[in-house]
């Protein structure tokens, strides 16, 4: 099985079809039909199964996918630590939901395991953004948070998408002030409190949304949308807003002065990580996740 085989047929398993790995990969469709039939005469079993809605991976290919992109990983850390071109990078991606740890996790891992070449991603972005990313293999790993009221909308969705989640911890619901803030005196705010403030919202954009981070049950008549952290610090400073979140802080929150205090009547998140299921952990993966749980235990 050649390191070319392995990139077609996790391309593959990406796309969901052969024909649209192709022309991601701007390569005939036959080219990528041989290279998945050398890899099943090799290894004597079928990778995928096919039929006329498309096709999967059998149970064995499932579990070759996984090795492939172990080794496809250590491939590209290799030419990236000692391959003379420069074009060969380490890659690592997080999707995330704004507000949530990862940030410090990330820097660590690079600072560990990163030396010159590499290209690393973490976006934040809305809740079904980070599903819609992590379902389609196009990040390593989803950072996430939600309510307990939409948990089973949640799991529907993960099926439909071959996504993993995996619990980490309840997290009491938490509002992000600016210190000064004439609520930031108390150890927790109440609902009532909040409601002559102005709310910092992101999943407002979108209505389907919505059900996964809208803890508040009595809502502020002062909404503000925006899509990126900076306008919302900017906001927190200006306006006296608020904003709902999971609790967790960066270590630049911190220095900044921006405060979490939980809210004293509503309930906890879920938080946790999700992985595409066809693929599963690869050991970047595991690292960056023992580093995260480490990143939370410090919160």
């Not at 709310?199 to 909404?223: E, G, H, N, P, Q």
């Not at 309930?267 to 693929?279: A, N, T």
């Amino acid at each position: 099985m050649t390191i070319q085989q392995m990139r077609y047929f996790l391309e593959v398993v990406y796309a969901g079809s052969v024909s649209k790995a192709a022309r991601q990969l701007y390569t005939a469709q036959s080219t990528v039909s041989v290279a998945i039939q050398s890899i099943e005469s090799e290894f004597g079993f079928a990778v995928f199964k096919r039929s006329s809605s498309g096709i999967e991976l059998t149970e064995r290919g499932a579990s070759l996918a996984l090795d492939v992109k172990r080794v496809l990983q250590q491939v590209d850390l290799l030419n990236a630590k000692y391959a003379d071109h420069t074009e060969q990078r380490v890659e690592f991606s997080v999707a995330t939901q704004h507000h949530m740890p990862g940030i410090d996790a990330l820097c660590s891992l690079i600072r560990g395991h990163m030396e010159d070449c590499y290209s690393v991603n973490f976006l934040e972005m809305r809740t079904t953004e980070v599903l819609d990313t992590i379902s389609a293999g196009r990040y390593d790993v989803g950072i996430l948070f939600f309510t307990s009221d939409s948990k089973n909308l949640l799991i529907q969705k993960l099926r439909m998408g071959g996504t993993v989640f995996n619990h980490i911890a309840y997290k009491p619901i938490h509002v992000y002030l600016r210190q000064g803030h004439p609520l930031a005196g108390g150890g927790v705010v109440c609902e009532e409190d909040l409601k002559n403030y102005p709310r910092i919202a992101y999943d407002r954009v979108i209505d389907t949304d919505m059900i996964f981070t809208d803890a508040l049950k009595k809502y502020s008549s002062r909404v503000i949308n925006v899509n990126d952290r900076a306008a919302a610090y900017t906001m927190l400073q200006e306006l006296d807003a608020f904003i709902v979140g999971s609790g967790y802080r960066t270590s630049s929150e911190r220095q900044n002065g921006i405060l979490a205090i939980p809210v004293a009547d509503c309930g906890p998140w879920e938080v946790g990580y999700l992985l595409q299921s066809k693929i599963g952990e690869s050991p970047l993966t595991r690292e960056f996740l023992k580093l995260f749980q480490e990143e939370l235990e410090r919160d």
